[in-house]
């Protein structure tokens, strides 16, 4: 049985009464009845005693703060309620469990002789076991480090389901605590995965999910480029086939931005997504291919969650500035496609997908935007507006009354991909193209994408 020590609960003060209890000798009308003292500086508690016929009065002396309860000497087991405001505490009483360190005393009143009184040990169940912890997730980056999360409890607890490459200390405790977690470094292609388990008495389990991202992942953002924001114009006049897409040229300034400088590979999709490669044409270096933008949503919820950063897909208009060199590509005379005019410098024409990086990048040192795989930009396809736009972001929602390459709606694709033509068959930078949200691939066409974040 617990004892309860003496401790402050809020305003409401217990403590344990004095052992010369002869001031209390006057307070039951028996001397064989027992008497409960406790101290609290709050006279206006509400107190009840169950079973309520063994409590014959009760009396508080506002000279010592004290409470005084007069009970039959025949109880042996009863009930206390304390309740203040919405404080409620609850004692359970009996005279077998006996305890030197006991806050309420059983004394007889007619023994002044000095002789010592004898206790009555309590058991406390003022409080609803609990056990919560946060946060309820962690993710450690590659190289290891060190994190921490909080459990909060008024019960004993453990932890197991701890693996090899994480050190948790403590494993064990009681009432509330801070957990210290130590990640070695992930060496491997693959998101290291671990679920802890809390556990303690007569409350529900709580399950820390912890995630270790993969080298793999850190080279995401070592191989991103920051972008100079500017003004550009969009578009292109009504000169070839595809301006039915691209008109009207309008003024659009851009913030700065980072960039990939490569399309997302193979291997950096496993290493978030796990073993599901949906790539037709495989390859580690190679950019993922046949992927949704749905899937790439996914992808993207996903890797977040493990690096802490906030990447998304890029915006057409940012994708096109991009593409055309930005403020470098600016200060040259435009390029038809990304980085030169001539597309055996920076594309494949073997009507194969490539491993990202290796024809020549350009202005701002981004490789493959024009070829390889067509990208997925973040925009709804719609029609350009007549007006200057600031980081626009495109229609608000799927415009099925404007009618692209790709047929009604769905989202941009920016890029043109090496599949779909052999020779010379890759469009110019601002050339656009649009898809259905759910589509992959078919057999003329491969759609990947790369990442942009914005500057912290």
């Known amino acids: 049985m617990l004892t309860a020590q003496a401790q402050v609960l809020k305003q409401f003060l217990i403590e344990p009464a004095p052992k010369d209890a002869s001031i209390y000798s006057n307070s039951c009308e028996s001397p064989s009845d027992g008497i409960i003292v406790f101290k609290s500086a709050i006279k206006n508690l509400n107190i009840s005693l169950y079973p309520p016929n063994n409590l014959k009065n009760m009396n508080y002396n506002e000279q010592n703060n004290e409470y005084v309860l007069c009970v039959k000497a025949t109880t042996k087991k009863f009930r206390i309620d304390i309740r203040h405001a919405e404080y409620e505490y609850i004692y359970f009483v009996q005279d077998s469990a006996l305890a030197s360190d006991a806050n309420i005393y059983r004394v007889n009143p007619k023994q002044n002789d000095g002789a010592a009184k004898q206790n009555i040990g309590i058991s406390q169940s003022n409080t609803t076991p609990t056990l919560s912890v946060l946060p309820i997730s962690l993710s450690f980056s590659s190289h290891g480090e060190q994190l921490a999360f909080e459990i909060s409890s008024n019960r004993n607890w453990t932890i197991d389901n701890v693996p090899k490459w994480l050190t948790v200390e403590p494993l064990s405790g009681s009432n509330n605590g801070t957990i210290t977690l130590t990640a070695t470094a992930n060496t491997s292609s693959f998101t290291k995965l671990a679920r802890l388990t809390v556990r303690g008495s007569n409350v529900r389990v709580q399950n820390i999910n912890i995630s270790q991202a993969t080298t793999i992942l850190d080279g995401i953002f070592e191989n991103m480029i920051l972008v100079k924001g500017g003004t550009f114009s969009m578009g292109v006049a009504s000169d070839w086939v595809g301006s039915m897409y691209e008109v009207p040229i309008h003024k659009v300034t851009l913030s700065d931005y980072y960039m990939s400088i490569y399309e997302v590979t193979q291997a950096q999709w496993k290493a978030v997504m796990g073993l599901d490669n949906p790539s037709v044409f495989k390859g580690d270096n190679l950019p993922v291919e046949s992927v949704s933008w749905m899937d790439v949503q996914e992808f993207i919820r996903k890797l977040n969650t493990l690096t802490g950063k906030q990447f998304r897909l890029p915006t057409e208009a940012e994708w096109e500035w991009a593409a055309r060199g930005g403020v470098e590509g600016a200060k040259v005379q435009p390029h038809k496609y990304s980085g030169s005019d001539r597309l055996e410098e920076i594309t494949w024409l073997d009507g194969k997908i490539h491993a990202v990086g290796t024809k020549a990048p350009n202005e701002l040192g981004i490789y493959d935007?024009?070829?390889?795989?067509?990208?997925?930009?973040?925009?709804?396809?719609?029609?350009?507006?007549?007006?200057?736009?600031?980081?626009?972001?495109?229609?608000?929602?799927?415009?099925?009354?404007?009618?692209?390459?790709?047929?009604?709606?769905?989202?941009?694709?920016?890029?043109?991909?090496?599949?779909?033509?052999?020779?010379?068959?890759?469009?110019?930078?601002?050339?656009?193209?649009?898809?259905?949200?759910?589509?992959?691939?078919?057999?003329?066409?491969?759609?990947?994408?790369?990442?942009?974040?914005?500057?912290?």
């Open 369 to 456: 935007m024009s070829g390889n795989v067509w990208e997925w930009c973040s925009d709804w396809f719609g029609r350009y507006p007549g007006n200057a736009q600031k980081n626009p972001k495109g229609p608000l929602s799927e415009d099925m009354s404007f009618n692209g390459p790709g047929g009604l709606g769905g989202r941009v694709a920016r890029g043109s991909g090496a599949i779909l033509y052999s020779g010379t068959g890759i469009y110019p930078v601002t050339f656009r193209h649009n898809f259905n949200p759910y589509f992959r691939s078919n057999q003329f066409i491969a759609v990947g994408f790369r990442l942009v974040c914005d500057p912290d």
